[in-house]
């Protein structure tokens, strides 16, 4: 089938993509977030004219109740069709930017400018929460471990983080020298896409790597998805 591209896009800048049965979401630089509906064509542009926080969007992500969850340069939107509930970051960061957040059960992890912070997604209060400053440098990629109840940063600088969120301890992975840029858990592992290649981690131990001399395509690695 042949490329095409959705007609009232061409000037959009797009920073992320998620989907679900029906709707393609985007998350745009300068305008806002928009759905694209694959069986009508119909596009839908969210921004703040419509109650969007603000027009600049890192990330979006539709979740399995169909709720889409928007990041943006002054904080954390959820979508629920006709109203947006806003994280406020005001009271606990200096810098409302996301750069990455995660879902898990009933709570959200961002990555800000300012740090990393939680926040439930249930009841009134939506304020959000410093968990640690994990580095001097931004973080800019998460990755919640389940099992081990961690969660795994990826900073500005290229370094891999842990935390852990029993102990409140950070461990950064000094074996893993190359340039970090992207993480995916599969199975039990976690994949670590670096300008070196890919790492594999296991039981916080690496037990391979993949490059250019063992069959994969370039050394550096920007994403790594998994279905």
Not at 46 to 75: C, H, M, P
Request: glycine share 8%.
């Amino acid at each position: 089938d042949d490329l095409q591209l959705v007609q009232g896009t061409e000037n959009f800048e797009i920073t992320s993509v998620s989907s679900d049965k029906q709707l393609v979401w985007c998350g745009t630089m300068a305008n806002g977030a928009f759905s694209f509906d694959y069986k009508t064509n119909e596009i839908i542009n969210i921004k703040r004219t419509n109650g969007l926080s603000y027009n600049q969007v890192r990330s979006v992500f539709v979740d399995r109740e169909q709720i889409l969850w928007v990041a943006t340069a002054a904080g954390l939107d959820q979508y629920l069709g006709g109203s947006f509930t806003f994280f406020d970051f005001s009271k606990n960061s200096t810098n409302s930017l996301i750069w990455d957040f995660k879902l898990f059960d009933n709570e959200v992890i961002t990555a800000t400018g300012d740090g990393v912070f939680s926040s439930s997604i249930l009841g009134a209060n939506k304020a959000l929460v410093r968990i640690s400053n994990l580095s001097k440098a931004e973080p800019r990629k998460l990755l919640l471990d389940s099992p081990s109840n961690s969660t795994y940063v990826v900073d500005e600088e290229g370094k891999l983080l842990k935390y852990s969120k029993g102990s409140n301890a950070i461990e950064e992975f000094v074996n893993i020298t190359a340039f970090a840029r992207c993480m995916e858990k599969i199975g039990s592992q976690i994949w670590v896409g670096t300008d070196d290649g890919i790492y594999v981690l296991e039981n916080g131990q690496i037990v391979t790597h993949y490059d250019q001399n063992n069959g994969l395509g370039g050394q550096k690695v920007n994403g790594i998805y998994h279905l």
